[in-house]
Nanobody, 127 residues
């Protein structure tokens, strides 16, 4: 089992940048593929980015491709999401998620793929 805690959200002007982090408990972080999702008010939770357990493979939603970068540091039990060129429509609660997997190079892209979730961190982009 793993517990996830996000941090780093805040209020940013459009065009700015922000980095959010997700710290995982436990000694087997490298056994988990990780993902970032977001949920805006009145909308369903949507996939943003995914990364394989080794970090060798990443995948992004079309809406964030070229602006968001997911990475992980298995030695620090942490996954990161760098957000650049922020837009007001990026305003949402950002959640990290984990899924135990044997596959070193595979990522996952749907809510139901993931088993563990953090509590979320708010990102607000002002225009």
């Amino acid at each position: 089992q793993v517990q996830l805690v996000e941090s780093g959200g805040g209020l940013v002007q459009a065009g700015g940048s922000l980095s959010v982090s997700c710290a995982a408990s436990g000694r087997t972080f490298s056994s988990y593929a990780m993902g970032w999702f977001r949920q805006a008010p009145g909308k369903e939770r949507e996939f943003v980015a995914g990364i394989s357990r080794s970090g060798s493979s990443t995948y992004y939603a079309d809406s964030v491709k070229g602006r968001f970068t997911i990475s992980r540091d298995n030695a620090k039990n942490t996954v990161y999401l760098q957000i650049d060129s922020l837009k007001p429509e990026d305003t949402a609660i950002y959640y990290c998620a984990a899924r135990n997997t044997y596959s070193m190079g595979y990522y996952y892209t749907t809510v139901t793929d993931y088993t563990y979730w953090g509590q979320g961190t708010q990102v607000t982009v002002s225009s």
